[in-house]
């Protein structure tokens, strides 16, 4: 149950709210507008009064509950309208006028504007519009002249819904914590649906910004960036005509004037405005951009590799950073993703959002090195060969979210590892409909049963624990498939294998043969070592030929950041 306040200023502020309320809405969408509950009772009912006239009903209702503000004259505070619309969600059941009523005034008593057994509280009308909503307008003078004492009155409504959600058998939703972004009006909802728009302005401003930000080296390519996009820039400067804050527009947009309607980005989300855009933007190094040399797609996987070890073992600023940065790599995962997995991985992105911000301070700081890791899959823009570079991204960049959906859960962050977990199933979807037909292609090309039998061989001796799971596991082909392209690359499968089984131990793997075929085809991807290296290793493991090949014997050598994917 979704409660939200709005006030009103004016002196036909009531007038206006409830011509709203009881008119046809503004898509025809107010069915059968009528009274459930009121201030005393018995408030006239434009809605179900068949022998007057409505318009006459509407002006003595207004009348009625202006009559504490009139009294006060001149005195009358500015904001003289409460009107908080509260809705059911969609699979709640429908609830009666009664129960309706009862919410409404427990929101009221909750809110401050009438508590329970107050003669002199403020007056007020509920008044339904369809199965799944109410709204309550109150005046905001009391009988005795006085103001309502209604100081964190969101958040005190918000704390009664999530009451009522409980004793009405409601979908329970998860309690905030003042970080999210701003919801949707209904008008917004309504405009995007009226002109055939599959998302919101606000929102899509929203991802646009954000992709922006985590692509962006500076403050100009920002802009550059936005403008590329079709996002228009309008700044708020100070005296000295330095720029202070900027909102943010979309070309179709337009009020009824045909004039651009801009959000500012604090309006956008908490950490949009434009301070803290410039904050996030100085964790990237201000040396000119140049990629290094080697598989883009590897470079971004191991920053997101060391995202998860932060989020393991860094204190809760340095997590809250890296789940920003987490968040940067979501928002930039579509761009180069197949056209299959696009929709998801957009999808997880919007989710995620949310699990990016809490009370906790966010140290980015701790993001500068990995920020441009991150970037290498933007500013490369590299070909995927067979798809197995985003393939291994994922799976890494899954291995984070759920360690962030952990996180949150011990800070009882509620909305925020929701949020998480939500973007977890879109991540599933997207990972599978990108891994499968690269796991299938490799099967393909799996070696020769003689081959698979001495794999299969190292693996008993190197991991006999976990041996028949990984033999018996469906993507055991494409794990032979590419061992031996490990090992016409130059390198030794022993020693590879026991690299991969080195970096993380496969107990919570769900597909360990999966695992280990992302891990080998990392490692097979570097520099085979030249027949010199090769000789020395082996000279160095002579003393150990006859003993089994634990993760432990066989470290990474010193360029493998630790994968932290399972």
């Known amino acids: 149950m979704i409660p939200k306040i709005i006030l009103g200023a004016g002196p036909k502020a009531t007038q206006r709210t409830i011509a709203y309320l009881f008119g046809k809405g503004r ?23 068949p022998h007057r006239d409505p318009k006459d009903v509407e002006a003595q209702l207004v009348a009625q509950l202006n009559q504490p503000v009139k009294m006060l004259g001149d005195k009358a505070p500015r904001d003289t309208v409460w009107h908080c ?36 509280a403020c007056r007020w009308v509920a008044v339904r519009h369809a199965d799944d909503h109410i709204h309550i307008a109150a005046t905001l003078v009391r009988h005795d002249g006085r ?21 009405y058998g409601l979908r329970r939703l998860k309690p905030g914590d003042g970080t999210g972004a701003k919801r949707l009006t209904s008008k917004e909802h309504f405009k995007a649906k009226r002109l055939g728009q599959g998302a919101a302005a606000r929102d899509v401003l929203r991802l646009r910004v954000r992709r922006a930000v985590a692509a962006a080296s500076d403050e100009a390519e920002f802009f550059a960036l936005l403008e590329s996009t079709g996002v228009a ?4 400067c100070g005296p ?22 801009f959000y500012a980005g604090s309006t956008l989300a908490p950490d949009l405005s434009l301070p803290k855009i410039r904050k996030s933007l100085a964790t990237t190094s201000p040396e000119p951009v140049t990629l290094r040399p ?10 997101a590799e060391r995202i998860s070890h932060h989020l393991t073992h860094g204190d809760d600023q340095t997590v809250q950073g890296q789940l920003v940065l987490l968040g940067a790599t979501l928002d930039l995962l579509p761009i180069n993703a197949p056209t299959a997995a696009k929709a998801e991985l957009e999808r997880a992105a919007v989710a995620f959002e949310r699990a990016t911000r809490s009370r906790i301070s966010a140290d980015l700081a701790s993001t500068h090195a990995l920020r441009r890791g991150i970037q290498t899959i933007w500013r490369a823009r590299p070909s995927d060969g067979d798809g197995s570079g985003i393939a291994v991204l994922l799976d890494t960049v899954l291995t984070a979210v759920v360690l962030a959906m952990h996180w949150h859960r011990t800070h009882q962050h509620a909305q925020q590892e929701a949020a998480a977990e939500q973007a977890l199933v879109h991540l599933q979807v997207a990972y599978a409909q990108v891994a499968e037909p690269v796991l299938t292609g490799l099967a393909q090309r799996a070696p020769s049963p003689q081959m698979k039998h001495r794999y299969a061989h190292h693996l008993q001796q190197a991991v006999p ?11 055991w082909d494409a794990l032979t498939a590419v061992l031996a392209e490990a090992e016409a690359a130059g390198h030794d499968a022993t020693t590879v294998l026991g690299q991969a089984l080195g970096q993380r131990t496969l107990d919570d793997a769900h597909s360990p043969a999966r695992a280990l075929t992302w891990r080998i085809r990392r490692l097979g991807d570097r520099h085979a070592p030249g027949p010199r290296a090769q000789a020395a290793r082996a000279r160095s493991t002579t003393h150990r030929a006859a003993a089994p090949i634990h993760s432990a014997a066989a470290p990474p050598p010193p360029q493998v950041p630790p994968a932290r994917r399972r």
């Open 27 to 49: 898509a025809n969408e107010h069915t059968d507008p009528h009274l459930v509950a009121s201030w005393n009772g018995f408030a006239p009912d434009p809605g179900r009064s």
């Open 85 to 120: 619309p509260v809705r059911a969600a969609p699979e709640d059941p429908i609830l009666s006028d009664g129960q309706w009523a009862d919410i409404a005034r427990r929101m009221v008593a909750a809110a401050g504007i009438a508590p329970d057994g107050d003669e002199e």
């Open 147 to 167: 103001r309502p004492e209604r100081g964190y009155d969101q958040r005190a409504v918000q704390r009664e819904a999530r009451s009522i959600e409980v004793d």
């Open 233 to 236: 820039v309008r700044f708020k």
């Open 240 to 261: 000295s005509g330095d720029a202070l804050g900027c909102n943010f527009a979309l070309p179709y947009d337009t009020n009824d004037k045909g004039e651009s309607v």
């Open 294 to 303: 080697g598989n883009p797609w590897h470079q971004a996987t191991a920053a």
């Open 465 to 475: 624990e976990h041996a028949e799971r990984i033999l018996n596991d469906p993507a």
